[in-house]
């Protein structure tokens, strides 16, 4: 394994050049947070970034920062913490799910990070405003710019997000931020089952209040974070009397589904990132974890179509249109991606990610939604401009099959 270690954007390119020239397949990793996701696969040589590291501008009044892309999230957050601002997409980590380390800003990125505010904010995609960084013939280039408002031609920087490092090497990148809500309160209703939870929460993100996190815990994810049963959670931010005024309209508007209780700020935080990091499934380790996107109004049922099959334990966020469900591991050589994708098929459509399984399950299962025939010829055009000699992270995403 041949191992290259830049300290800047020009010994990146020269790095990314030499791979080209050889023709030789290379594997990127920031901080290595999320190495566990993708297909597993033995690249011949490496690209280490981690020492790309540093905020290059942070100016708070305009609302942007910049920052090389190794950049742990926690050292951008505590910056901006520090200012009364955030990432307001909360972007997740993978701490909880592989015992790994802080994720990198240009991972953020190139995983198209979320958290539970998506249904406010967006992702990552939404959020970011440029980049610099090396294509797979070894250039380097530049997209987008440090200003909030700067929409001229395409917008590369947003058709990189996702593409978990099959395209490009990002070396410096640039986000939005926006200000750190005053306070946080989180709105709480007890014991309903998951077909009546998902209804309080539709009706919640359709009532004015500005909902900013939707999320129902069934009993076992509910019990790992405290509560004595299932949960179904509402979250608002603002400042303190905004909070009071739409917690008490929530509260009247969801009273024939339960009682509501009130979580305070400290205890709001601390749930919304376990929720945000899947902490409730993270432990034992050998359990299979799968991402499943699909509408709001089917999630229970999914969900529930997918325990009639395989012993699980599920939990929802996003209105119920994200599940995040444990599988045990003997589900199968494929980790019950048929049934699976099958499931979401005839519930309308969605995405299922294999987010944690062993390597011998990855190496044979694809770990992405594979894509239907027209996006997947648009996917290929895209890496045949942006990596046409197919060196970086050859088959990680599947795409190519
Ligand atoms: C070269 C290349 C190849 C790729 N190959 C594949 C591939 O084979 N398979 C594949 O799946 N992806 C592939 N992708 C990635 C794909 O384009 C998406 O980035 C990926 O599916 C993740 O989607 P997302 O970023 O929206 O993430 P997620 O957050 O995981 O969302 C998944 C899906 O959920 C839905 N969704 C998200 N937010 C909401 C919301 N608020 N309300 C309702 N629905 C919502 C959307 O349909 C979204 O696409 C490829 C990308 C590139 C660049």
Same mark, same amino acid.
């Given at each position: 394994?041949?191992? %290259?270690?830049?300290?800047?954007?020009?010994?990146?390119?020269?790095?990314?050049?030499?791979?080209?020239?050889? !023709?030789?397949?290379? %594997?990127?990793?920031?901080?290595?947070?999320?190495?566990?996701?993708?297909?597993?696969?033995?690249?011949?040589?490496?690209?280490?970034?981690?020492?790309?590291?540093?905020?290059?501008? =942070?100016?708070?009044?305009?609302?942007?920062?910049?920052?090389?892309?190794?950049?742990?999230?926690?050292?951008?957050?505590?910056?901006?913490?520090?200012?009364?601002?955030?990432?307001?997409?909360?972007?997740?980590?993978?701490?909880?799910? =592989?015992?790994?380390?802080?994720?990198?800003?240009?991972?953020?990125?190139?995983?198209?990070? %979320?958290?539970?505010? !998506?249904?406010?904010?967006?992702?990552?995609?939404?959020?970011?405003?440029?980049?610099?960084?090396?294509?797979? !013939?070894?250039?380097?280039?530049?997209?987008? @710019?440090?200003?909030?408002?700067?929409?001229?031609?395409?917008?590369?920087?947003?058709?990189?997000?996702?593409?978990?490092?099959?395209?490009?090497?990002?070396?410096?990148?640039?986000?939005?931020?926006?200000?750190?809500?005053?306070?946080?309160?989180?709105?709480?209703? $007890?014991?309903?089952? $998951?077909? &009546?939870?998902?209804?309080?929460?539709?009706?919640?993100?359709?009532?004015?209040?500005?909902?900013?996190?939707?999320?129902?815990?069934?009993?076992?994810?509910?019990?790992?974070? @405290?509560?004595?049963?299932?949960?179904?959670?509402?979250?608002?931010?603002?400042?303190?009397?905004?909070?009071?005024?739409?917690?008490?309209?929530?509260?009247?508007?969801?009273?024939?589904?339960?009682? &509501?209780?009130?979580?305070? &700020?400290?205890?709001?935080?601390?749930?919304?990132? &376990?929720?945000?990091?899947?902490?409730?499934?993270?432990?034992?380790?050998?359990?299979?974890?799968?991402?499943?996107?699909?509408?709001?109004?089917?999630?229970?049922?999914?969900?529930?179509?997918?325990?009639?099959? =395989?012993?699980?334990?599920?939990?929802?966020?996003?209105?119920?249109?994200?599940?995040?469900?444990?599988?045990?591991?003997?589900?199968?050589?494929?980790?019950?991606?048929?049934?699976?994708?099958?499931?979401?098929?005839?519930?309308?459509?969605?995405?299922?990610?294999?987010?944690?399984?062993?390597?011998?399950?990855?190496?044979?299962?694809?770990?992405?939604?594979?894509?239907? $025939?027209?996006?997947?010829?648009?996917?290929?055009?895209?890496?045949?401009?942006?990596? $046409?000699?197919?060196?970086?992270?050859? @088959?990680?995403?599947?795409?190519?099959?």
């Amino acid at each position: 394994m041949s191992l %290259s270690v830049p300290t800047d954007a020009n010994e990146a390119a020269a790095s990314v050049a030499e791979a080209a020239s050889l !023709r030789a397949p290379l %594997s990127i990793t920031g901080l290595g947070s999320k190495s566990a996701l993708g297909a597993p696969w033995n690249a011949s040589r490496r690209l280490d970034l981690s020492k790309l590291n540093g905020v290059t501008l =942070y100016e708070p009044e305009e609302l942007v920062i910049s920052a090389l892309a190794a950049t742990p999230i926690e050292t951008i957050e505590a910056l901006l913490s520090a200012n009364g601002q955030e990432l307001a997409f909360e972007p997740m980590s993978f701490g909880a799910l =592989y015992g790994t380390g802080p994720g990198s800003l240009g991972g953020c990125l190139m995983a198209n990070l %979320s958290g539970p505010r !998506r249904i406010k904010a967006g992702a990552a995609r939404d959020h970011v405003l440029g980049l610099k960084g090396v294509s797979g !013939r070894g250039e380097q280039f530049k997209c987008g @710019g440090t200003v909030v408002k700067n929409v001229t031609g395409y917008d590369l920087a947003r058709g990189l997000a996702g593409s978990f490092g099959t395209l490009a090497v990002a070396t410096e990148l640039t986000f939005k931020v926006l200000p750190r809500a005053e306070t946080v309160a989180t709105l709480a209703l $007890p014991g309903l089952p $998951p077909k &009546a939870a998902i209804e309080a929460l539709c009706s919640a993100m359709g009532a004015p209040v500005d909902v900013s996190g939707a999320a129902h815990l069934p009993p076992f994810s509910a019990q790992t974070l @405290g509560f004595s049963d299932s949960v179904t959670l509402l979250r608002l931010e603002g400042f303190a009397p905004s909070v009071n005024e739409r917690f008490e309209r929530l509260a009247e508007t969801l009273k024939s589904f339960a009682i &509501a209780t009130r979580l305070d &700020a400290a205890a709001s935080r601390s749930l919304w990132t &376990a929720i945000r990091d899947v902490a409730p499934l993270a432990d034992p380790r050998e359990k299979i974890i799968w991402k499943i996107s699909v509408a709001p109004t089917v999630g229970h049922s999914v969900a529930a179509a997918i325990g009639a099959k =395989y012993q699980s334990e599920a939990f929802f966020d996003w209105s119920g249109g994200l599940i995040w469900i444990a599988l045990d591991p003997d589900c199968g050589p494929d980790a019950g991606a048929e049934l699976i994708r099958g499931v979401i098929t005839v519930h309308g459509g969605g995405h299922a990610t294999l987010v944690r399984a062993p390597d011998e399950i990855r190496a044979i299962t694809h770990i992405f939604q594979p894509q239907p $025939p027209a996006l997947k010829a648009l996917s290929r055009r895209l890496k045949a401009e942006f990596d $046409p000699l197919g060196i970086f992270e050859p @088959g990680r995403m599947q795409a190519e099959d």
